[in-house]
């Protein structure tokens, strides 16, 4: 069992060494560094602590790349072998679950801590900037190696747990969201509820919840390290509990692993897709966009579900407003509407950057392309096909957020208009989400034809750059075409605006993106 964990582990950091992507992560994640520093040498002399800004700014970075690769990086460790067909084939091979866990999972968390190791020669710089201690570097350091310990043998529990990649990172993506959104919801719940009308059991374990979770909380832990007079000590509770926690991941899934896998083993891999659909109807006039929608976004089942999930996360928005005013309105007043309207914007985004990083890669993983490729339809509307039904699996959170903006018109509008500068209007905010959205969700396409697990955190570290490069002129286009329109006496003053806005940015930005995807997938086909 020893010398098959060895072998497999060498073996997968051996693939990862020789690989270009993971490289091309770890250097594009020192250039975000790099542009850190400079950000904060600009600004030396007119903030104080200016080591302090810097690091918190790594750290930020650090968090966010970590939490990201739970539901890409991680996440497909074991599923990947189960996509291919080829799991049956390491068990053959005498391969024992914890040597298949340790080979496949322990080796990608080795080769990620090593991203948090070499950031040290970079990190000391803030140390000479100011405002930091060295204590403070090795205990920011040592609480996140233990999130990222935490969110890998999670992702490590879904990829044992799901039979496909996509299942695990939704389970994954699930799970960390209720981790950062149940405690400041029962918090809210609490002081919204007044205390005689709730149960004295139930107060008792809703107010408890916030502190249970921030013994494992990274977000607190790194709040009292970079605060001043904080508890720097290098091994804490929230260390011992996050890998504690992470060891018991890690052990059921070792175990279950056997018994979780046993149904793909017996073909239930595709016979459960019957329990997740009804029968198909008759294949569209657009077969590929009915093949996308049904075998790979889940279906009208998965459709419907989240479209009735969706009603039933509004009606709890409703319930909120009812406990906090004691009426009931048709509307959601106040920051309620708001609210739900991030929210499923929120959900619509994930939606979004996840079946675009998946729908290509998909095929490529099934090793279908070159027989898609093989179909009387030229690429571009191959993939033209595709993107059209996914975009018809993200129709329930259209709706949803189309029902909010309705319900919820005025706290949504009064918020907009509050983020809103001088000469714009809130419409140039929707303009600008959509038009980065559009972007991220190029990039992810393209990235998923290069890489097999970092098309997500790339795209998240590039979108988190463009956005400074591209927000702002996308943003400040709008009153600029506005001020042209009206000078020229143009009816229509903000369609005017936006279809400008939408152009130069597709002519310039998405259009090339566009041509480079089409033509990796004419090259992959071909392979």
């Known amino acids: 069992m020893i010398s098959g964990a060895t072998t497999l582990f060498s073996w997968t950091l051996r693939m990862d060494s020789k690989s270009i992507m993971p490289h091309v992560v770890r250097a594009g994640f020192a250039f975000l560094i790099l542009i850190a520093i400079g950000t904060t040498l600009g600004d030396v002399f007119g903030v104080n602590r200016a080591g302090l800004e810097f690091f918190k700014a790594i ?31 390491l068990q053959l091979a005498g391969m024992t679950p914890l040597a298949i866990t340790l080979g496949k999972s322990t080796s990608r968390l080795v080769t990620s801590l090593m991203l948090l190791v070499i950031q040290l ?202 406990t906090e005013t004691g009426d009931v309105h048709l509307t959601l ?8 309207f991030l929210t499923f914007v929120a959900i619509l985004s994930v939606e979004l950057v996840l079946y675009a990083s998946g729908c290509l890669f998909h095929e490529l993983r099934q090793s279908t392309q070159s027989t898609l490729a093989m179909a009387p339809h030229t690429p571009t509307r191959i993939l033209l096909e595709k993107t059209l039904g996914c975009l018809i699996a993200v129709a329930p959170s259209l709706i949803l957020i189309g029902i909010t903006s309705i319900i919820g018109y005025q706290g949504i509008r009064r918020n907009m208009e509050l983020l809103t500068v001088d000469q714009t209007e809130p419409s140039d905010l929707i303009i600008t989400y959509i038009l980065l959205m559009s972007l991220s969700c190029h990039i992810a396409a393209l990235l998923s034809l290069y890489t097999r697990w970092a098309a997500l955190p790339l795209t998240a570290l590039f979108t988190f750059t463009g956005f400074f490069c591209l927000a702002a002129p996308i943003y400040l286009i709008g009153p600029l075409t506005r001020m042209f329109a009206r000078s020229q006496h143009i009816p229509m003053v903000s369609t005017f605006s936006w279809l400008v806005t939408a152009f130069w940015v597709w002519l310039l930005v998405l259009l090339p993106l566009q041509i480079w995807i089409r033509d990796r997938w004419i090259a992959v086909t071909r392979q």
């Open 59 to 89: 750290c930020f970075l650090n968090f966010l790349l970590i939490t990201v690769s739970g539901i890409s990086y991680f996440v497909s460790a074991l599923t990947e072998e189960k996509d291919s067909g080829t799991f049956a084939l």
């Open 121 to 322: 020669p970079f990190t000391l710089l803030s140390i000479t900037l100011g405002g930091i201690l060295w204590q403070q570097v090795i205990a920011a350091y040592l609480a996140l190696a233990a999130w990222m310990i935490l969110v890998a043998n999670l992702a490590l529990l879904c990829s044992a747990k799901c039979a496909t990649s996509g299942r695990a990172a939704a389970l994954c993506g699930t799970v960390l969201l209720l981790y950062f959104a149940l405690p400041p919801i029962c918090s809210g719940f609490l002081a919204a509820v007044p205390p005689a009308t709730m149960n004295p059991t139930l107060s008792r374990i809703l107010a408890e919840v916030p502190a249970l979770f921030s013994v494992i909380s990274i977000n607190d832990r790194l709040s009292d390290i970079l605060q001043i007079g904080g508890d720097y000590s290098l091994a804490t509770t929230q260390f011992w509990a996050s890998c504690g926690l992470g060891g018991f991941f890690f052990t059921v899934s070792t175990v279950m692993l056997n018994y979780w896998t046993r149904p793909s083993e017996n073909g239930g891999t595709e016979s459960s897709g019957a329990l997740r659909r009804w029968s198909l109807e008759r294949t569209w006039k657009l077969p590929i966009a009915w093949k996308e929608f049904h075998f790979y976004t889940g279906g009208r089942s998965f459709f419907l579900t989240k479209l009735f999930g969706g009603f039933i996360l509004l009606a709890g928005f409703y319930a909120l407003q009812q």
């Open 333 to 340: 007043k106040g920051d309620l509407g708001w609210n739900a």
